[in-house]
């Protein structure tokens, strides 16, 4: 790989971060940022790789921002020479109270003028470096639409000229915001099993530094901590979700000596200390979930009627549809096979969802409908984009007459 692809992929988000919040224009600083990079791949095969990339191409990028703005001839002209040329060297420039220009330019993309159907997807795009296509297949949102509402949201924030600095007290109406930008670029990089995607890799350990700077930052804020749980308890199962060969084994399969015993005790400290703060979040009732399975699966013992109640619970303060899928098949488990077909009938607009296909193949299976089965996870195999899970779902798919292996909906798809 090109060292300025290996550069973008380490240090997008930082540079970005860097060069937004110094001249207050995300768009202008995305532009130039693009400019550096793209001669980066002209010069270094010739010049030779600089010592310091990112401080070559902070400084590329800072040159084009000025020429820029010297074009425009705009008021902008004297504000943008100033914040530019006032840093100099500053690849290690961090935030102040932030401890991390990224953090900083989160809050700034949580501001409450801008769209909350849009605040996400910006956050995504600008610090984690997520293309517009990537963020619609996650959100579920056409890409056009969210292309608009990107370029929409990046134009807001430059005519309304809305302020890079975030005073501390802004800061907890922006962070559920922020908490689920983080969690949505955790899930995208969770989502890639082999770790084969470029975009993806470095994802989930990027999203978990972030939670633990939010948390740092917003030490009373309960669901700070309950994210940073939930990543660390999915985070401590990755290597065991690929065998040997490199097929995917889901949570219910997974051998728990291949777990990571720090960071599930990590994860079991940081939502203990969450729990005694008094507030229940989804995201703390996310953690909690996982924290069930993962002890089911080292104990071999499953509190079905527990994982149910709390699957209700976030069925009633978060009603995603991955949480309703999730509800149905915990429900199945101690109600029957059928009422939890029954739950997944009442959802709609689930016809592209993956896991909700995946979820009803194995409870047809459970209720020896096997034709339907079969055509289900047929279905929930088209739809998976990670070909492990995928080959998966199709073996699964041929072995029907066998016994069903998946017993919860999971962040492992079914």
Known sequence: MHPAELAARASYGRLLSILAVKTHDLAGAEDALADAFLAALTRWPVDGVPRNPDAWLLTAARRRLVDAARRRRTRDEKHVLLQV??????????????????????????????????????????????????????????????????????????????????????????SFAVLEAIYAAFGSGWEDVAGQAAAS?????????????????????????????????????????????????????????????????????????AARMGCVGSLQLEAAVQSAHVDARRSGSRDDH????????????????????AHAIALSNTEGPARGL??????????????????????????GRLDEAREAY??????AEEDGIRRWLLAKKRALGGTAGASGANRDGV
């Open 85 to 174: 040329n006032a840093d100099g060297d500053a690849a290690a420039d961090d935030g102040d109270f932030f401890g991390d220009e990224r953090l900083r330019l989160l809050f700034v993309c949580a501001h409450p003028s801008i769209d909350a159907a849009a605040r996400t997807p910006l956050m995504l795009q600008t610090v984690l470096g997520l293309d517009a296509a990537r963020i619609a297949t996650a959100l579920r949102v056409a890409p056009k639409t969210m292309g608009q509402r990107l370029w929409r949201a990046k134009t807001k924030i430059r005519e309304l000229r809305i302020s890079f600095d975030v005073a501390a007290e802004d800061l907890p109406e922006r």
């Open 201 to 273: 890799r470095g994802l989930t350990e990027e999203a978990i530094w972030l939670a633990r700077l939010t948390v740092r930052l917003l030490p009373e804020e309960p669901e700070a901590r309950g994210l940073l749980a939930l990543m660390l308890f999915a985070e401590a199962r990755a290597k065991a979700r690929r065998g040997e060969d490199g097929a995917y084994i889901p949570l219910t399969e997974q051998d728990p000596s291949r777990w990571d015993p720090r960071c599930i005790a990590e994860a079991e400290a940081i939502l203990k200390e």
């Open 306 to 325: 527990g994982l149910s109640l709390l699957y209700e619970a976030l069925v009633q303060m978060a009603p995603t549809l991955g949480v309703r899928v």
């Open 342 to 367: 029954e739950r997944l009938d009442a959802i709609g607009s689930a016809h592209d969802y993956q896991p909700y296909w995946s979820a009803r193949a194995h409870l047809l299976e459970r209720l």
């Open 378 to 383: 047929n279905r929930a195999a088209g739809l």
